[in-house]
């Protein structure tokens, strides 16, 4: 369930990486859906009212089996009808994992005064140290998993904390990067039950090396070159994986924090 800006890049950044995407905004057939095996995004990036109680319903659907759900408070810090809806979706079930770049997740965090003019974060107010910190007591608050994106990306579940270096400048240049990276994530996520925090990694770290290669193509000469270009990487990196060649994980850049 994602907004209406990004829906096509998302279902074909699915694709590319051989997951099988459905757009619905109906939660009335979230419990099928839910059956499917699936996970689900709920992407607040241009909610109304009646789109928020199909979030819920949905999100209660996936609830109710153990399907993974991912919250992308696209903007919650832009608006007061975006704050409420954090808090509406927050208090209306669980979410395995949030995601959101730094004044998304401080809204969610409970921070006052976060003035977004618009879905980007702007110029960072925190430091490395302090993001950190912040997105390791969300998620042992929430006791889920949590990651603000950013040129540096901090991801933590409470107890394991990570920061990914990799990605690329154009990621910053086009819209949906941080919708479309929620998309990868609830792909791998539905996959890989066991260890959620480590399909969340792997999902960051495929979507990321693959806009490193995008980037540096030479064809790729700019935001609207890169977006075909990076479509292509993650369906070479999926087709690497699916030989059994796991050379691509060489470029990662991931700490423990
Ligand atoms: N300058 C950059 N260098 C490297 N990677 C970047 C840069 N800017 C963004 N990214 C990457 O882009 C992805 C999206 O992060 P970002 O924080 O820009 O999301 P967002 O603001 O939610 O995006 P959107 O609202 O356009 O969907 C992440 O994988 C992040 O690491
Ligand atoms: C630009 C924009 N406005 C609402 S959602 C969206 C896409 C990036 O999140």
């Not at 905004?25 to 839910?34: C, K, R, S």
């Not at 969610?108 to 912040?134: E, F, Y």
């Not at 994530?185 to 260890?195: G, L, Q, Y």
Request: hydrophobic letters at 40%.
């Amino acid at each position: 369930m994602t907004n209406l800006v990004v829906q096509n890049f998302a279902a074909n950044v699915a694709l590319a990486i051989g997951a099988s995407p459905i757009m619905s905004n109906n939660g009335l057939e979230a419990g099928d859906l839910a059956a499917l095996g699936g996970g689900l995004v709920v992407n607040m990036g241009t909610t109304t009212s009646e789109i928020r109680s199909n979030h819920l319903k949905a999100l209660a659907a996936y609830n109710a089996i153990g399907g993974p759900v991912i919250l992308d408070p696209v903007g919650a810090g832009a608006t007061q009808q975006r704050r409420e809806g954090v808090k509406a979706l927050m208090a209306g079930g669980y979410f395995d994992l949030i995601k959101g770049n730094e004044g998304e997740i401080r809204t969610v965090a409970g921070a006052q005064g976060v003035k977004q003019h618009g879905v980007d974060s702007g110029a960072s107010q925190l430091d490395l140290k302090d993001r950190i910190t912040l997105v390791k007591t969300t998620a042992a608050r929430e006791s889920n998993i949590v990651l603000m994106s950013g040129v540096v990306d901090v991801i933590s579940d409470g107890e394991r904390t990570f920061t990914i270096s990799n990605g690329h400048k154009y990621l910053g240049e086009i819209t949906g990067s941080g919708c479309t990276l929620g998309t990868t994530i609830a792909s791998i996520m539905a996959v890989e039950r066991e260890d959620k925090l480590l399909a969340a990694v792997a999902g960051i770290l495929m979507y990321e090396i693959a806009a490193e290669r995008a980037g540096e193509r030479e064809d790729v000469k700019g935001p609207g070159t890169f977006v075909p270009a990076f479509i292509d990487e993650l369906y070479h990196i999926r087709e690497e994986c699916v030989r059994g060649d796991g050379k691509w994980m060489e470029a990662a850049k991931i700490e423990s924090a």
